[in-house]
């Protein structure tokens, strides 16, 4: 990954449930990213008005916004975002809890990157996140 820990990517992880949030942020970690965990999707767009991240992974089952609107919100492109509010073009990596959660044509339609579903090892998800910035940078 990084050449150093000043040049790894920092990434926003938002979900509220604890054991996904514990295997992102400490397995991409040990991968090589730099991870702040966010407990909700209201709170991520919060967030987002005073840093940046690389990238966000965020559960498709978030409970308290759903996964399309947070992401269009972070785009601009909702119907509810404020004006003036400032937008995001960085990766969004869903991540399913179970097959079929959420299609990847409605990621794709909200403005999101990937989808992931289970079986995950967080060597796999650290290799495609990896990608996908690599090809930022390119």
């Not at 054991?19 to 942020?25: E, N």
């Not at 400032?86 to 409605?106: C, F, L, N, Q, T």
């Not at 999101?112 to 930022?136: F, R, Y």
């Amino acid at each position: 990954m990084a050449e150093s820990a000043l040049e790894r990517p920092h990434l926003a992880i938002v979900t509220s449930d604890l054991s996904l949030s514990h295997f992102l942020t400490e397995g991409l970690l040990h991968e090589g990213f730099w991870t702040s965990a966010i407990g909700g999707g209201l709170q991520f767009l919060e967030v987002l008005r005073l840093r940046t991240f690389d990238a966000v992974l965020v559960d498709a089952d978030l409970g308290d916004i759903s996964v399309e609107e947070m992401i269009r919100r972070m785009r601009g492109t909702s119907d509810r975002s404020v004006p003036g509010t400032p937008r995001s073009d960085m990766p969004a990596i869903v991540i399913a809890g179970i097959p079929g959660e959420i299609s990847k044509s409605a990621v794709a339609a909200a403005g999101g990157q990937l989808l992931l579903e289970p079986p995950l090892e967080i060597e796999d998800v650290a290799s495609v996140v990896g990608q996908m910035l690599g090809q930022l940078k390119s």
